[in-house]
């Protein structure tokens, strides 16, 4: 894939993949199928859902999750928070054009620009919140949040990606 057919692809996901309502019971639900998806692949991840006013609406620690993953998520969902699109969209346009998280005001200290973090968006509100995974390879954190939101959303076919 060309890079500007990852990011159609990334764009089209996010336009498919939208929420009419989202409400702290939806995270519960959408937040064991992540996990179920996870175990599934025979991965351990940690997984969050954040809603965009700080409330951590659904949180799972995989074994080999460490400090450093809930700093990852921190920045992943900041990332998510302010751009209002997954962190693998924004990676793959900032390749596209060389740029880094810095040349666009972003510290990446505060914030990450991997795979791994997809903005739950409702439509005719916006973005209300991210969901974030992480402890695995960038696509495949990604790659889990998609596939499970399709599930969770009835949407028959996804397109996905599978590496850069």
Known sequence: MTMDEVINVLSLQEEILQFNHFTNEDAWQLGIMLVAESKKRG????????????STV????????????????????????IMEKSSMLLYSELKQNEETLEDIGLDEKE???????????????????????????????????VKTIGKYLHVDEVPRIRAL
């Open 111 to 145: 914030f990450s620009c991997m795979g791994g973090g997809f903005p739950i968006r409702v439509e005719e509100v916006g973005v209300i919140g991210a969901i974030v995974v992480t402890d695995q390879n960038p696509f495949i954190n990604h790659d889990i949040i």
């Open 43 to 54: 991965l351990d991840c940690s997984i969050t859902i954040r809603k965009n006013n700080g």
């Open 58 to 81: 659904f949180k799972y620690a995989g074994n080999t999750t460490t400090l450093n993953s809930d700093r990852f998520t921190d920045r992943t969902f900041n990332t998510v928070k």
